[in-house]
């Protein structure tokens, strides 16, 4: 899978916005970018995690209450930092600052907490075409800039959703969304969301690892041109 930025974003969702965002752009330091408006009731508040998005979606519809998915942690490399800073956000979501290299993540890393190495070291290297980095414990795996950190854990979910607080999904940009989305499902990948075009902004599709987590890829205009 040809990335069309060499970084991997990811999203959460909240009812509660002002605290998530005072947390957000405060203490972890993560500007604000730009406010998308997804659909009536539906805000995306966007933040620039060195050049990934953190998209903290608003929803103004009551969220259910579900288990988290594999999605546990954002890990962030902060220059000045000699140790890992661990913090949570109002709603429990984990973030690190750490210094730079630290655990190999010099832009972001994702920490995910997974049921089987073995089957998603098939699919990330098989299905999406990502590097495995060494590691000491767990498996690693280099997205562009971005560092996905796996560790197996018996209380991963069996079948995440997306719906519900919390980490639920990550985004990689890509050139051709209908290529890579045939491509994953051909190896193994499950679908969540058949390709679909937004517009002239972009042409998006949903797939699921091994333990359900979902995967978001896109084809956005402003980075690959017309749709």
Do not use: C
Not at 79 to 92: C, M, S, V
Not at 102 to 129: C, D, N, P, W
Not at 171 to 195: C, I, N, S, W, Y
């Amino acid at each position: 899978m040809k990335l069309a930025k060499p970084r991997v974003d990811i999203g959460l969702a909240t009812n509660d916005i002002e605290p998530m965002l005072a947390f957000w752009q405060g203490e972890a330091g993560i500007p604000f970018d730009h406010l998308l408006k997804v659909r009536r009731g539906h805000n995306q508040h966007r933040h620039d995690a060195l050049g990934s998005v953190l998209k903290i979606n608003h929803q103004e519809t009551p969220i259910v209450d579900v288990p988290p998915g594999g999605y546990r942690e954002l890990v962030v490399a902060r220059e000045g930092l000699t140790a890992p800073r661990p913090l949570q956000d109002p709603e429990g979501n984990r973030v690190t600052l750490v210094p730079p290299g630290h655990e190999g993540v010099t832009q972001i890393g994702i920490r995910m907490a997974v049921r089987s190495l073995a089957a998603h070291r098939k699919f990330y290297t098989g299905a999406l075409g990502l590097i495995e980095e060494p590691r000491s414990t767990g498996a690693a795996f280099r997205a562009g800039e971005t560092l996905l950190l796996l560790d197996e854990s018996p209380d991963a979910p069996s079948d995440a959703g997306m719906a519900g607080r919390g980490w639920r999904y990550i985004t990689f940009q890509v050139f051709k969304v209908d290529e890579d989305h045939a491509r994953v499902l051909a190896a193994g990948g499950r679908e969540a969301m058949a390709p679909t075009t937004l517009g002239t902004t972009a042409r998006i599709s949903m797939v699921r690892d091994p333990d359900g987590n979902w995967i978001e890829l896109s084809q956005r205009a402003s980075l690959v041109g017309a749709i």
